[in-house]
């Protein structure tokens, strides 16, 4: 299949120009940057507002959202680890108890509360508590995002309870991140980086009380929805992991050369020096990888009206008004990346031969429309990794006679969609802690 094609979906939606070409992409998001365009405007909503969608898809996010871009800076993300331990013990607990109940468990709830948790965290400093089996607020957010999602036929019918579910969680928000905002009630608030964010450009005269408020509710919901993407890559993570026992191991040694083989020591450096966590070489290199397999998503742009898009030298006739840069098959070309349906992290170690091609691994996008959460989201996929993957296997079990796809594409383990691709079946696993742990 060429790099660049166009595919006719008439009537379901407009005719597309199919990308997967770094050198197109480059263009379209980075060189001469393109609008996104939108299909499905209510897609999001109630959760988010169709204006405040706009103002991301329309805008330079970064430059337009400053509570975002001045708080998840990589330093900021690293100096805010010791924040994330009590969730990281939480979810510690959490797989214990799994453990010992000897039942298989879908682990995709448990990671999308992980995930959420490590964003609230960031966010006001302290915890949701969504990792307790008690938690009131996690049920309610999984209501809400249980409603989410392309099907335009289950959207009308359900319509009234998508909004009655989001309302729910709106009063919740709102109310969270006002008492939080207004008595610091965790204690930790001042080391949060997006409440710090907040009060800088409360303090500048940027904003006011009101507009920072909002802007801290809407930062919550758009962490809660990109909380679902990375919790997929989190499953298929411990899923390629289980397939490559021999990564796994690699791994695993990484973590008892950079920390320690002694688990409460490592728990330990991980509050003195997380910086510790940058030397994670292998274990960044496997979220990279199963994140180049899956090819987490993808993003529509608005061509402009002319006749041709030409870059660096070639000529591509513009024969409809939709591009859609396809991260899912950038990544599996041969040309790109050897033996594309392997699981191979050592492509993406420092010094690698042959390296990755320029442009050619964009998961969260490039150029102003960048996924402003990358840091965040590649930080709490190996702190995952090195909280448990040590003193937990994590084991999928699918039912005798499930469905299988070809194995470059999971196996048993096949992507189902739901804002992002997640292992089917909420990705069922048995537990089990190690004898060495």
């Known amino acids: 299949m060429p790099s660049v094609f166009y595919l006719d979906l008439w009537p379901i939606l407009p005719s597309i120009m199919v990308v997967a070409e770094p050198a197109v992409a480059k263009h379209m998001t980075q060189v001469q940057p393109l609008q996104r365009e939108r299909f499905s405007p209510n897609l999001f909503s109630p959760l988010l507002t169709a204006e405040f969608i706009l103002a991301m898809e329309q805008k330079n996010w970064k430059k337009e959202n400053p509570v975002l871009n001045a708080a998840l800076t990589s330093t900021r993300v690293n100096e805010a680890t010791s924040l994330l331990v009590p969730s990281l013990h939480s979810l510690r607990s959490r797989l214990h108890s799994i453990s010992q109940s000897g039942k298989q468990y879908p682990i995709k709830d448990l990671l999308i509360s992980y995930i959420i948790e490590v964003g609230g965290v960031i966010q006001l400093g302290g915890s949701f508590d969504l990792l307790a089996e008690t938690s009131a607020l996690d049920p309610i957010i999984k209501r809400s995002l249980d409603m989410m999602g392309w099907n335009p036929v289950k959207r009308y019918i359900c319509s009234k309870e998508i909004k009655q579910r989001t309302d729910c969680l709106n009063r919740v928000l709102v109310e969270t991140v006002q008492n939080t905002a207004q008595t610091g009630e965790s204690g930790k608030m001042s080391q949060s980086p997006i409440y710090l964010a907040h009060v800088e450009h409360l303090a500048s005269g940027r904003m006011d009380n009101a507009e920072s408020i909002a802007y801290l509710v809407n930062t919550m919901k758009v962490i809660i929805l990109a909380s ?130 320029a442009d050619s691994f964009r998961p969260f996008e490039k150029g102003h429309l960048s996924c402003p959460g990358q840091n965040l989201a590649l930080k709490s996929l190996v702190l995952l990794l090195l909280t448990t993957s040590r003193e937990f296997d994590l084991v999928p079990v699918f039912p005798k006679g499930a469905p299988q796809a070809a194995e470059y594409l999971g196996g048993k383990g096949y992507p189902e969609f739901h804002i992002g691709p997640h292992v089917n079946k909420g990705m069922p696993v048995m537990v089990h802690t190690r004898v060495d742990a």
């Open 228 to 357: 679902v993407v990375t919790a997929g890559a989190a499953s298929y993570c411990y899923l390629f992991l289980h397939k490559h026992p021999d990564c796994l191991r690699e791994m695993r040694e990484e973590h008892d050369r950079v920390f320690s083989p002694d688990r409460t020591q490592t728990w330990e450096l991980l509050q003195k020096e997380p910086h510790r966590i940058n030397s994670l070489h292998f274990t960044l290199a496997v979220v990279k990888e199963t994140l180049r397999l899956i090819g987490v998503g993808g993003v529509f742009k608005k061509l402009k009206d002319e006749k041709f898009l030409e870059t660096e030298g070639n000529v591509y006739p513009v024969v409809c008004n939709v591009a859609f840069i396809c991260h899912l098959a950038m990544g599996r070309r041969a040309d790109l990346f050897h033996d594309p349906d392997a699981f191979r992290p050592h492509r993406f170690l420092p010094g690698a031969n042959p390296s990755i091609p």
